[in-house]
Structures are given as structure tokens and as C-alpha cells.
């Protein structure tokens, strides 16, 4: 693929996550999970005649990007891709995350066929973004808390356009609708026929992304560049919302037609897509995930049954005890961890085997972990103090509520009765799996596991909360009325609803509370309820880039440990590539060796401005992000020293930020041999 680079699945190697503990170096495993999926699709039998498509993933994650090289969104959970080279193009700019989607074949029993491919069937491809944040709302936290942390009501963003047509005209930046088909369309881009353009202010054009296919016809979504600008010069005010301000976060429904090789033409069932920003720390998923949330919908409403008892150790259960032992490379809270709670090392392989131990005799010793995760069914007024110091040490929803529970990040449901059933014994211990772990690609899965393993890969990297209001999408997505299976009961769970209403804008009034979120007024529909381009990304900060950098960590009265937001997408203390190189040096003794193993900065260092006195530092932090953000690092693995004198404690891999810029000085051209600057 032209401008792309090859991604390469991990190798057996590329799974193990490591960690220092004590005076070892362990090494733990990770594994594909939708190698043992439980579900209930079938392989439709040989010669089955196609009687539906659908299109996959069910919502997919574009990233932005100011880099033309770009790289496939992962399509295995469990799995990553590294670019070759690596997430950016030099110091400066960071690749897109281009979205690949598919066209699934079923037979009328819903049994799965296969995928529509060149020989089976020719996709005709319909795609409409739209960015519809500056006619939108403020926000401040979720509607949908009732009294653990009432919502705010938001105030319109721009309020002083007040007629709508002109805030339609002004606000509203639409790509409109784009169609492409064939094998291998418009591969090296630029074609105008398949970008998407819109226009801000009556003064500015908005690139919102293209289109192209691949050798296969598959649709490639190319994200826009993260661009984020006032053409009035206005000035920034806030974390999130900021009047005369546009960025080009983007969203809108993909649909499909196919025409058959018989001849018959289907109409497939459609999926979403939104381009949002890059994630930072590729190689961890968030302790909950946005898959999460949404499966945790689909199995209360029944969409979705619940997975069958026992449950396997190693996809249900396993990935939260891996994120929570990777989070130490990414915040001090976490690589402290055994300091201010009494837990074993979630990374100690010989750790994760007793925790893999279903017995009855290891009872005690699950149930005595279990209780150090918080518990996200107590909300009385004394679960703010018993369930603070618990795992995740997280900020939540209700932030701006001190003494809620909510306050505290909390477990979608299904996820903590999958700790609670651990906790029981109710589970097998699948954990080694040596087919499982051969799974590379998304061809190594059985066909019937393919179309619902793409979904999940798309969904496990973005964030399942704190939702305040986020940091890729948001609370809206563990409602129902936002998916096609509240208005028909045969649509397919996690797919976004396909709004009717004649104009991208949406006006409930001067104010939106969550009678209105949920409700509408007059004949405006709910907000929280079908949606059309541009909906998804609307509720987002604006610019994108000032609550990035903004929710970093939060200084409270306790200082330790200190509490954090999102360190699995935008980390928060790193071990920097100048120190990781020192741990390297076989010529350093293996007290130093160590000492700079244990250090850490902080990810965001320098944004905030250099020199003796930066002054006015959180608001300069966030407008100074709105140019620095391909300038910041990634956290990715390399490679422990493997030296004959590497001392112990060292790990074999180590998770690094690498590809950081130079310095965040942008008035000269900085190189190492002009010296310190001021």
C-alpha cells in the first residue's frame, strides 16, 4: 500500500510486558484474546447462500496525524501493529491510524459465510464526516449520574450566533457524503473526489480526511491531520470549550452496497467511524476499555448473552490483571503501587499463575486481592472512604463532586462480576494456550470469530472512562438509544443508529440538561439517540488538544499517590530515552544502572514553557499544546541490556518514550550544539 507502512503483527517475543520487581526481572505473557472467544456465531455451512452483509468493524478509530505515512488500526484484540519506523514521521509529526473496514457475508440463519472479496462480490462504499463541535454544547460531566453526581447543564458553545441557519453555516464543518469502489482507488490519495472538505467561519476550508481502498476494495478511512486553529484570533479560555475555535476531530456513518456475483444487490448493515486523537501509549490498553462499556450494554439488555460459566481465565480475566501491571510504566501512582497498598506483582509470572489458580484452596488468596479493586456496587456515603485507595487510583465521572463515590473511576459492571466470579473459582485456567498464542492476524481466527473480533480490536484501545467528558468518546455510548438494536430487534449489537434529521444542527435551546440530553424538546429528537454526522465527536473538548494536556494528574490534600486520568492513551511520568540509555551502559555500575531504571519525568514536561520563571503555567500548558502535540513522545517497548554484567532487577523489555522532539522551543530551530536555551 502506497504511503502506508507494513504492519507487522508482534512476534511471541513482542507479547511479553516486563517489569522490575524486588531483585528479578520477570516477564509476562500476553495473548490474543478472540483466540478462545466465546460467542454465539456459527460458521454457515458449505455453500450457503448469502442473504446479508454487514460492514466491520461495527464502530471503527481513526487517529490523527500530521505525517502522509500512515498505518492499519489493530484487527486482532489483544494484538498491536508497530509501524515500521516506528508512530512518527521524524520528530515532528505523527503517522494517521487509517481504518480498514470489511464487508461481512451471512446466510439467513445469520451464520457466518465469509468476506465479500473482488471474486464474491463488488462493495460500493458510502462514507459522510462532519465536525458539528462549535454549534454544540459545553460540557462538564456526564448527564446520566443522577444523584451520585448530578449533571451539569452545558451552555451553547459560539452563543452569540443565534440564528440557525447562520450557526449552520458558520459552525457546522461538513465533508459531505463520498462513495468509492474498486480494488486500489485512489492508493497514493490526494485524489478531491474521495477528500472530505468543509468550510468554518465563511472564511476557512476544514479537511476532515479521504477515502481510498485496497488491493481488495476494502475501504481505508485516512484521517485528517489535527489541525486546530481561531481564524478570529480568539484566545483560549477554557479546557474545552473555546467560541471562534475549530479542530478537525470527525465522525459519520460508512455504508455499503453489494453487488453479488449472481447478481443480487444487498444493502449492508452500516457501521460508524470517528477520527480522534493519537493514543500516546499503543502498546497498553486502559484498564477498562471502551469495548467494555459497550459489551457491558448489550449483556444487561440481553443483546448479547452473558459468556457462559466457567469463564475462561484468559479473556475475561487475565487482560484486566495485565493493564493494571502495565500501568506502572506510565504513572507513579501505579510503579508505587506496593507502597500504599499491600499487592503482590501483577507482572511475576509465577504471581499470575496463582492468580490463574482456580482451587479451592487459593480462595483466600483470590478473595484477598479481589478486595483491593474497587467496587463499583457501593454507593453509599461510605464508599468514598473505603473504596478510594483501591485499584484503579483513577479519577471518575463525578470528579467535580468531592465526597461521591463517583469521584473514583468505577468498573463497568460486567467487567467487575468477571473479577467477582474469579474470586469464586468460577473460571478455568485457559491461560496457556500454545494454538491460541500462534494467532497473528486476523485470517489465524476461525472465519465465525473474524467479524466480531474486528469490533473489539477497534474499541479495546480507546479509553472506557473516567467519562469527564472524555478523551476519545463518551458516556453517550453505554445508552441504548444510541444503537440500531433499540429500534430493530434484528439489527446487530454495537451499531451506532443512523439518524433522519435535515440538518447536521441540533438546537434543544440556550441550555442542555439531561432532561433534554435524553428527552429532546419540541420536535428536536434526543441528542442521546440516532445520530447523524458529525454527532459522536461533537461532545468533545474544543480544540482537541487543551484537554489532552489538561488532564494529566490532579494535585489533591493527599499527595500520595497522586491521582490520574487517562495514563493508558496520554502518559503521565515515563522513563525518558536519554535515561533508558543509561540503563544500557555496561560501563555504569549496577547502582546507577538502577537508579535510572527508577526514574521517570514527566510526559508533558516543557509544554507549560522553559526557562528561569514560565509563568501562568496550566493556561499556558494548554494553549502551547494546540502546536506541541506531534512534538510529544510515544511509550513504546525496547529492548532490557542483555550484557554479561546487567544487574538484576533489570527487565528483558522495557516500556520507553521514544520519538520525542528535541525541545519544545518553536522560535529557532534548536540543535544540541547551540547550547542550553533560556
Known amino acids: 500500500m502506497a504511503n502506508s507502512d507494513k504492519n507487522r503483527p508482534f512476534s511471541r517475543r513482542d507479547f511479553l510486558a516486563t517489569v522490575a520487581a524486588g531483585t528479578a526481572a520477570y516477564a509476562m505473557p500476553w495473548h490474543p484474546k478472540s483466540a478462545v472467544a466465546a460467542t454465539t456465531a456459527e460458521p454457515a455451512p458449505a455453500g450457503a447462500k448469502i442473504a446479508k452483509v454487514r460492514v466491520y468493524p461495527a464502530i471503527g478509530i481513526c487517529r490523527v496525524g500530521g505525517s502522509s505515512k500512515w498505518f492499519l488500526a489493530p484487527e486482532v484484540p489483544g494484538l498491536t501493529v508497530q509501524p515500521e519506523g516506528g508512530f512518527k514521521d521524524g520528530a515532528y509529526h505523527i503517522k494517521k491510524q487509517v481504518q480498514r473496514f ?90 478531491s473526489a474521495y477528500k472530505f472538505q468543509g468550510r468554518f467561519w465563511d472564511k476557512v476550508s476544514v479537511n476532515l480526511g479521504e477515502l481510498r481502498t485496497d488491493e481488495e476494495g476494502r475501504l481505508l478511512v485516512v484521517p485528517p491531520d489535527g489541525k486546530s486553529a481561531s481564524p478570529i484570533d480568539a484566545g483560549i479560555t477554557s479546557f474545552a470549550d473555546n467560541d471562534g475555535w475549530y479542530d478537525d476531530w470527525c465522525d459519520g456513518p460508512v455504508q455499503a452496497r453489494v453487488k453479488l456475483a449472481d447478481g443480487q444487490v444487498l444493502e449492508a448493515e452500516p457501521a460508524w467511524v470517528a477520527c480522534v486523537g493519537p493514543d500516546f501509549v499503543p502498546e497498553i490498553q486502559p484498564i477498562s476499555t471502551l469495548f467494555d462499556v459497550v459489551q457491558d450494554l448489550n449483556t444487561k439488555l440481553g443483546w448479547i448473552p452473558k459468556p457462559a460459566k466457567p469463564l475462561s481465565f484468559r479473556k475475561y480475566i487475565y487482560p484486566t490483571f495485565r493493564r493494571v501491571a502495565l500501568m506502572e510504566w506510565l504513572t507513579d501512582a501505579d510503579r508505587l503501587r506496593q507502597g500504599w497498598l499491600e499487592v503482590g506483582d501483577f507482572s511475576d509470572p509465577r504471581f499470575i499463575d496463582r492468580l490463574a489458580d482456580p482451587s479451592g484452596a487459593n480462595k483466600a488468596f483470590r478473595e484477598s486481592v479481589f478486595a483491593l479493586f474497587r467496587n463499583p456496587e457501593k454507593t ?23 465526597g461521591s463515590p463517583l469521584q473514583w473511576f468505577q468498573f463497568p459492571a460486567l467487567q467487575y462480576s468477571y473479577l467477582k466470579s474469579w474470586a469464586t473459582g468460577d473460571f478455568v485456567n485457559d491461560l496457556h494456550d500454545a494454538k491460541a498464542d500462534a494467532i497473528g492476524k486476523l485470517e489465524d481466527l476461525p472465519v465465525e470469530l473474524q467479524p466480531s473480533a474486528l469490533t473489539e480490536a477497534a ?26 438494536r433499540s429500534y430493530d430487534d434484528k439489527a446487530e449489537p454495537f451499531r451506532i443508529a443512523l439518524g433522519g434529521r435535515q440538518s447536521l444542527l441540533q438546537n434543544v435551546g440556550r441550555q442542555l440538561n439531561a432532561e433534554k440530553a435524553f428527552k429532546g424538546t419540541g420536535d428536536v429528537p434526543a441528542p442521546i439517540g440516532r445520530q447523524m454526522p458529525g454527532d459522536l465527536t461533537r461532545w468533545m473538548g474544543l480544540p482537541w488538544q487543551c484537554d489532552a494536556f489538561s488532564c494529566q494528574q490532579v494535585q489533591l490534600q493527599e499527595n500520595f499517590p497522586v491521582a490520574v486520568w487517562w495514563p493508558a492513551l496520554l502518559p503521565i511520568d515515563v522513563l525518558s530515552e536519554a535515561y533508558y540509555a543509561q540503563v544500557l551502559r555496561a560501563d555504569l555500575s549496577a547502582k546507577e544502572r538502577i537508579k535510572f531504571l527508577n526514574s521517570r519525568v514527566p510526559w508533558s514536561r516543557e509544554v507549560s514553557g522553559l526557562g528561569l520563571h514560565p509563568t501562568d503555567g496550566y493556561w499556558r500548558g494548554i494553549t502551547n499544546m494546540i502546536s506541541l502535540w506531534e512534538r510529544m513522545g510515544f511509550v513504546v517497548k525496547h529492548p532490557g541490556p542483555t550484557d554479561a554484567g546487567k544487574p538484576e532487577g533489570i527487565p528483558e523489555e522495557i516500556f520507553v518514550e521514544v520519538g520525542r522532539a528535541p525541545t519544545m522551543e518553536r522560535r529557532i530551530d534548536w540543535k544540541p550544539g547551540h547550547g542550553l536555551l533560556p
Not at 474499541?459 to 469527564?468: I, Q
Request: hydrophobic share 35%; proline share 6%; charged share 25%.
Open 102 to 191: 470489511r464487508v461481512y457475508a451471512f446466510d439467513a440463519n445469520d451464520r457466518v459465510i465469509g468476506e465479500v472479496t473482488p471474486g464474491k462480490g463488488r462493495v460500493e462504499w458510502r462514507v459522510h464526516l462532519a465536525n458539528t463541535k462549535a454549534a454544540w454544547y459545553g460540557f462538564t460531566n456526564p448527564l446520566d449520574n443522577g444523584d451520585l453526581a448530578p449533571g451539569v447543564p452545558g451552555v451553547m458553545r459560539n452563543a452569540y450566533i443565534v440564528d440557525d441557519a447562520e450557526r449552520e453555516r458558520m459552525l457546522v464543518i461538513d465533508g459531505g457524503e463520498k462513495m468509492i469502489s474498486g480494488a486500489s482507488v485512489n492508493i497514493e490519495g490526494g485524489v
Open 380 to 402: 453509599g456515603p461510605e464508599a468514598f472512604r473505603e473504596e478510594r485507595l483501591k485499584i484503579p487510583y483513577m479519577l471518575g465521572d463525578g470528579v467535580n463532586f468531592p
Open 459 to 484: 474499541l479495546e484501545r480507546c479509553s472506557g472512562g473516567a467519562f469527564h467528558p472524555g478523551v476519545e468518546l463518551t458516556y453517550y455510548l453505554r445508552h441504548a438509544p444510541m444503537y440500531s
